[in-house]
């Protein structure tokens, strides 16, 4: 029976209890049917309150496809042509004079969990060639897994799997990280159309990227949020190559992807995890704490970041959405792998 | 000199860039769209007050019949449980309400942005803008020429005309595809809306309706006013639907006028439309006023 013919039958039933008490004279009687009606009519409550909060959901569904679409809106008339002129001519200033490229390369950017040390610190012994990964005990029942430190897949690929079966996201944190995904999701098709074009790398890794890199924006490049009305001029400075501005979104991302995931077919979960690091670096782990760009918001991470240029703060907490409890949204979603 | 040359070469082409026309921009089919929104907005603002509170007391009523504690009419759950914050909470609304606000600002703001396209209202914020950039490339370009710089901003003022028209033909692509790719997002949108007036309507009457069947059964202008008060929910919802869908009209006007600028029978379907939710609108207050004195509309 649906919510409308249950509610139908109610009200029928309602009714006709009403009438009989209208006629019904005996006080007991009275009180039998009214006890009665009172408890459909709680039913009835039930039922609207069941029906406000699924409409509800209809209506958000629907409102969310107009706000991407006003998302995308281009309110700046001059965005991107002529800025990018103007910043095409700097440009060119900047590169002829050195005085000024010096002033410009001197320059301080943002302070972003991104700027882990250039240099990563390997405490674990290289593996031989053609070995197998040094084995990482597995934890007991309800402990996390052992720290690794290191920045080769083959030294990594176990922690990730430990990790990724370890990991909860902190039960306050939940709608937030479901927000997230909701967020990434909004672009799926798009990251789709990028995943096809670059030899099937995930769209949800795609997706992650550009939260993570653009916050979402479709007018940035997804190799490191600048604009895309000319070629990006932070690492990785000047792609795409011969970027004139006029490309799409979708050009400059299949440009990133290939860039950063070059002869990479298999994509496994330690492989992805392995990946979604690399972006922030793995400077973390010689601090004894698990990189907040993958596993923030979940048991795997307590405190330690970033704050500044080489700059770590044990005591700083992250409270930015880890790019792995994204995917084990999509997992519960049924979205990933 | 390589740089005084680029630069110049790049204003240059910025000039040729403008020299292209872009759509005519259809103004007043806008204002009109626009108004007709207004008016729907106008008319939902009572009815989502009173259904915000219908929200928070039907489900007020469905905990006291779980057995919540009660003292007479106030009820509070056993215990706090935050998902079920909106219904008691003083900031914001319930669910419904909740979604509903959202996706009617949401409707404006489409209908907002399409105004400041159509009205240009960017384009100043947008210029002033650009002659911040222009400030910086003459500051640069002094630098690098040892204080020979070009007058970057006073060629920026002169190109100030040219800009604005340039800029208004950008707008007046802007306004084309977002009105083109948003008809049936927002169409869609509209038959949501219409369609959860069932909802909104039965959210609204449940309180009432109980109450005839129960408490007022046997009062007889108790009764009567409790079924003035659901008389007057259908009418305001009535009302909010039948405008949901005269905008829904003004929308397809609209998009036709993109479609076909200066159409004549795109123009005189628009302004048909958009006129007749405006005095339909206006008439709505009238009827309420007619169902409270006790007579039929």
Known sequence: MTQDEARTKLNAMSMALTAQRAKAIDPAARKALLDQINQIEDQLDSLAVLDAQQTAQAIDQA??????????AQVNPFDPAIQRSFKAVADKAVQAADSASKAFAAQEFRATEKDAPEVLVDFTPPAPVGAAPA??????????????????LAQLARDYTLCWAACRINPDKQSQVAAAADQMLKGRARYV??????????????????????????????????????????????????????????????????????????????????????????????????SPYLWSLSNLYTKGRYVADHVFDPESVSKQVGSALVLKVLEQRTLWP | MIVQRSVIAALFALLLGMAGCGPSIPRDQVQRANAAYEAVAARSE??????????????????????????????????????????????????????????????????????????????????????????????????????????????????????????????????????????????????????????????????PMRAV??????????????????????TSLADYVVLLGKLNDTLSALAAAVRSPGSPL?????????????????????AIALIKAGRAP
């Not at chain 1, 084995?135 to 080769?152: F, R, W």
């Not at chain 2, 469905?62 to 909470?89: C, E, H, M, W």
């Not at chain 2, 007749?276 to 709505?284: C, K």
């Open chain 1, 63 to 72: 409102t969310d496809r107009l706000e991407a679409l006003m998302m995308t």
């Open chain 1, 135 to 152: 084995p990482v005990p597995a934890p007991a029942a309800g402990e996390l897994p052992p720290i690794v430190k290191g920045s080769a």
């Open chain 1, 193 to 290: 159309a990028v995943s096809a074009r670059t030899n099937g790398v995930p769209w949800q890794l795609i997706g992650i990227m550009h939260g993570l890199e653009c916050g979402y924006n479709f007018f940035k490049h997804l190799h490191n949020g600048d604009s895309l009305a000319a070629p990006t001029h932070q690492v990785p400075a000047g792609r795409p190559p011969g970027w004139d501005g006029t490309g799409t979104w979708e050009d400059s991302a299949e440009d990133a992807v290939r860039l950063k995931f070059a002869n990479i077919t298999n994509w496994s979960l330690p492989q992805t995890l392995y990946a979604l690091e690399s972006f922030n670096g793995f400077g973390y782990r010689p601090h004894g704490v698990r």
């Open chain 2, 46 to 207: 009572p009815v989502l007050t009173e259904l915000s509170i219908a929200e928070r007391r039907t489900f007020v009523r469905t905990l006291a019949s779980g057995g919540a504690p009660r003292d007479g009419d106030i009820v509070i759950p056993p215990t706090f449980d935050p998902k079920s914050a909106v219904y008691f909470s003083t900031i914001g609304d319930p669910v419904l309400t909740t979604s509903l606000r959202r996706a009617l600002g949401i409707v404006g703001d489409y209908f907002k942005l399409l105004a400041a396209l159509a009205e240009g209202r960017n384009i100043d914020e947008a210029k002033a803008q650009i002659n911040a950039l222009a400030g910086s490339v003459a500051g640069v370009i002094t630098v690098a020429t040892g204080g020979a710089g070009l007058p970057i901003v006073a060629i920026a003022d002169k190109l100030a005309p040219l800009i604005e028209r340039w800029a208004e033909a950008k707008d007046a692509e802007e306004l084309r595809r977002l009105v083109l790719e948003g008809e049936p997002i927002v169409k869609s949108l509209i038959v949501s809306l219409q369609s959860a007036s069932s909802t909104m309507y039965e959210t609204l009457t449940r309180e």
């Open chain 2, 213 to 234: 069947r129960t408490t007022l059964a046997d009062n007889a202008a108790a009764r009567h006013t409790a079924f003035v008060q659901m008389a007057e929910s259908n």
């Open chain 2, 266 to 286: 795109a123009l005189s379907s628009l302004a048909a439309s958009a006129d007749s939710v405006l005095i339909q609108a206006r008439a709505a207050s009238g």
